[in-house]
């Protein structure tokens, strides 16, 4: 069994800047990858970001890039996104995922709101 356990999400005016935390345990045979993606009122959920566990590659959706930074600590198993100039787009339910190398996410956290006001 996996476990994704989230924090940091809150509300927070347009400009600022949150940081998500994600932390995972459980089996961590195939964790190839840790992700973020978010779900806005009445739309689909969409990938943010995304890293691996181990090498530099990292992949931003291009509404997000150069605002948010997704980083690791693999002692912790957790992975974070840190979140600057928020926009009230930006507005959303914000989960993590881990997942095998590929297009699966696997393991999914239980979500974290993340609202920017303006």
């Known amino acids: 069994q996996v476990q994704l356990v989230e924090s940091g999400g809150g509300l927070v005016q347009a400009g600022g800047s949150l940081r998500l935390s994600c932390a995972a345990s459980g089996r961590t045979a195939g964790w190839y990858k840790m992700g973020w993606f978010r779900q806005a009122p009445g739309k689909d959920r969409e990938f943010v970001a995304s890293?691996?566990?181990?090498?530099?590659?990292?992949n931003y959706a291009d509404s997000v890039k150069g605002r948010f930074t997704i980083s690791r600590d693999n002692g912790k198993n957790t992975v974070y996104l840190q979140m600057n100039s928020l926009k009230p787009e930006d507005t959303a339910v914000y989960y993590c995922?881990?997942?095998?190398?590929?297009?699966?996410?696997?393991?999914w956290g239980q979500g974290t709101q993340v609202t920017v006001s303006s």
């Open positions: 890293t691996v566990w181990s090498g530099p590659n990292t």
């Open positions: 995922a881990v997942g095998p190398l590929g297009s699966i996410w696997n393991y």
